[in-house]
């Protein structure tokens, strides 16, 4: 049986549809282009009206020809909407979705003894409702683990419709997640990327996300790396920003910004100063040499004159990120700035997104520039394929036209920036 997954956001649900994508394969299932897939999971997003009707469009298509099941934050909200496209729909909530590790075995016996496979499907019982189900066990096949230590949100950014979605922050015990990274480390993992929908929540008996560092890399070993998936500035405070030091700490930073004009932060009811990611960025700086920082920024949030916009782009072509995720804002039913009448006209804010991403490509194209004849870090994927402690793709050139192990970390010196090359010391 064909299966394809399809997926839409952030890195969390890449790592869980990948997960999911592993279990069906164990269990016989081939994995397949759309157009050949008997099953077709999509993982949705709820971020953007864009992803939304982006996921409603693929749905409607997938229909035709296969049995769908949606899952993810737009799924979790927008059920009778996603339920309504085809009858060959199934919705998992969020809740559910762990259970689609389980549901591949579930087919397989159910189709066997006569079930057509939609019948397969809606037979299927949900047990597993833990959020944090993807555990190292379901990363087996990849170069490196995600360690969800994380999920949900207390914070009610103006704009923002994940934390309807997923609830209030919740997260593992600090020795639970110790417990999974040496679980991780003993499979053989080289690194492991913490992942949560806001990561820098994270807080066991008062000890945040710093806390929660100090512990993992005390119990780990000196060749496992860790990496922070995203950090947004309210709650890094000088504890997260001192584990930084440790050559474990991968130099690449990702900070959802979002604007650096104050009084658009304050408009969308972020809890940060723009002093306060400036002083992350240099603490970042110091710890590492030339990290790869990069950010979220929205155009056209309510409140953003030209005056906040040039702030802002003044703000991010100082601090040199060396790539910048842009959003142009769309307004989200049930969100604060919903009905927000200060927001620019919909080709102002466009005209402000193409400039931000011109400015990001710039910035790309210097940083990778300036790699040229360092010495880094790259961990080994898929053939000679790598990513490198600064995040950078790039292919790795071994002696002999030797191929890489997958998984493995080597030093190589960049020799190419365009493809960009690692030649390995070793
Ligand atoms: S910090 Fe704000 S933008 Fe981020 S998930 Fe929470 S509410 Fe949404």
């Not at 389980?102 to 833990?130: K, M, Q, W």
């Not at 360690?147 to 949900?152: H, I, R």
């Not at 072509?317 to 604060?336: C, L």
């Not at 040229?372 to 394929?385: D, F, H, R, S």
Request: aromatic content about 8%; some cysteine.
């Amino acid at each position: 049986m064909n299966i394809y997954i399809y997926t839409l956001g952030c890195r969390l649900n890449q790592a869980e549809s990948e997960s999911i994508a592993e279990r069906f394969r164990n269990a016989g299932f081939t994995l397949s282009g759309w157009s050949d897939a008997d099953l077709v999971i999509v993982n949705s997003c709820t971020v953007t009206a864009k992803a939304e009707q982006k996921a409603r469009r693929m749905i409607r298509r997938f229909a035709e020809r296969s049995e769908v099941i949606v899952t993810g934050c737009y799924a979790e909200l927008g059920r009778d909407e996603v339920k309504a496209l085809s009858e060959r729909v199934t919705v998992f909530s969020l809740k559910e979705k762990a259970s689609l590790l389980s549901l591949p075995e579930h087919i397989s016996s159910a189709v066997h003894s006569g079930l057509s496979l939609h019948d397969a499907i809606v037979s299927f019982t949900c047990r597993n409702t833990d959020l944090f189900a993807f555990d190292a066990s379901s990363f087996q096949y990849h170069s490196r683990a995600y360690l969800k230590v994380q999920d949900g949100c207390d914070n009610h950014c103006g704009y923002c419709r994940t934390t309807i979605a997923r609830g209030p922050s919740v997260f593992l015990s600090s020795d639970e997640v110790v417990r999974r990274a040496l679980e991780i480390e003993a499979r053989g993992f080289h690194e492991i990327m913490l992942t949560g929908v806001n990561l820098t929540m994270y807080d066991h008996e008062g000890n945040g996300l710093g806390g929660l560092v100090e512990k993992l890399l005390a119990a780990l070993g000196g060749g496992m790396r860790l990496r922070l998936s995203s950090m947004e500035p309210d709650h890094v405070d000088d504890r997260l920003l001192e584990t930084l030091y440790d050559s474990r700490m991968q130099p690449h930073f990702h900070i959802p910004i979002q604007s650096a004009s104050q009084y658009v932060l304050e408009r969308a009811s972020r809890r940060y100063s723009i002093e306060h990611v400036e002083y992350i960025i240099r603490r970042m700086r110091d710890a590492k040499d030339d990290p790869f920082i990069a950010c979220d920024v929205i155009a056209g949030l309510p409140g953003e004159g030209e005056k906040e916009f040039m702030d802002t782009f003044r703000f991010l072509d100082e601090n040199g990120f060396a790539a910048m995720h842009v959003f142009p804002y769309s307004p989200r039913p049930g969100t604060p700035l919903y009905g927000a009448r200060d927001r620019a006209e919909e080709r102002v804010r466009d005209e402000r997104a193409e400039k931000l991403r011109k400015l990001s490509a710039r910035h790309s194209a210097e940083y990778i520039a300036r790699q040229m004849g360092k010495k880094l870090e790259i961990l080994a994927e898929e053939g000679n394929e790598g990513t490198t402690g600064n995040y950078l793709k790039g292919r790795i050139i071994l002696p002999h036209g030797r191929v890489p192990v997958r998984g493995m970390i080597y030093e190589g010196v960049v020799t190419s920036t365009d493809p960009f090359e690692l030649s390995a010391v070793l």
